[in-house]
């Protein structure tokens, strides 16, 4: 599920097996649906033009439902991709980290993970941070690094779980984190300090999603098919909605 605005118009992307829907968000309206693909998609991003898709090894570019352009180079299968600027982050099951250069349509840099130590599981490009991503693992720790210079900055020690989800929060240099044993963390990465800490009680923190119009809320996902309402101000469980979807709710988003 990707969330995108072009003018005063919201569109929703969302992958369905071979191909991907695009949406109008005002009238859950269906504008075009992608060529089918040779293999599932199993990641997908948009920007105000364009729909990038992981298929495969493979990294395509769509506008409108057409592909104009193909990136290739990748060992793994890509699960996971980001972008930052004019870069575009694609990782693989092989825990390759590697940048592309929108523009020039190649490869930029890549960095290079060890998986006994530090496989990668999840990233986020904190807002005002120039060139910055923040990187979450199956091992728990988090690393912040320059894809600039391909320096590592800093590294969070964690909280013993996996790290599923990170969200950037409507506050500067505060991540919203969610872990694999239900913990969810709103943690200052300029100070490497936590802000306050909930429990999701029914399993693993699979997607969030913060309010953006003033009032202080965030919601969280699970592989049961619950949503849960926090209240960041009372720093308290809001409401919970048990059964919203059949199977894992994998993506949510506040318009």
């Known amino acids: 599920l990707s969330l995108s605005v072009r003018g005063s118009t ?4 969302t992958a369905v097996g071979k191909a991907f829907h695009v949406y109008n968000c005002a009238k859950i309206h269906l504008l075009f649906v992608s060529p089918p693909q040779e293999d599932s998609i199993v990641y997908l991003i948009q920007d105000r033009l364009t729909t990038y898709i992981a298929v495969g090894k493979s990294v395509k570019c769509f506008k409108r439902g057409k592909q104009v ?14 972008l930052v600027g004019q870069h575009l982050i694609a990782i693989d099951d092989r825990n390759s980290f590697k940048v592309w250069d929108r523009k020039a ?24 941070y120039l060139n910055k991503v923040l990187i979450g693992s199956k091992q728990g720790p988090l690393q912040l690094w320059n894809i600039r210079n391909g320096k590592l900055i800093y590294t969070f020690n964690g909280w013993n779980s996996s790290v599923l989800v990170l969200v950037q929060s409507p506050a500067l240099d505060v991540i919203g984190i969610g872990l694999h044993n239900g913990n969810i963390i709103l943690h200052n990465i300029r100070y490497d300090n936590t802000l306050m800490s909930f429990v999701q009680e029914w399993g693993p923190v699979i997607n969030m999603s913060f309010r953006t119009d003033g009032v202080n809320s965030l919601v969280t996902s699970s592989t049961k098919g619950h949503i849960a309402v926090w209240n960041l101000d009372e720093q308290k469980l809001d409401s919970v909605l048990h059964d919203a979807h059949s199977g894992s709710v994998n993506g949510l988003s506040f318009l």
């Open 10 to 13: 919201a569109l929703i992307a």
């Open 105 to 128: 349509k190649e490869l930029y840099t890549e960095l290079h993970f060890n998986s006994d130590s530090f496989e990668i599981s999840c990233i986020v490009h904190p807002s005002t």
């Open 69 to 82: 352009w193909c990136l290739e180079g990748h060992s793994g299968f890509v699960h996971t991709l980001l």
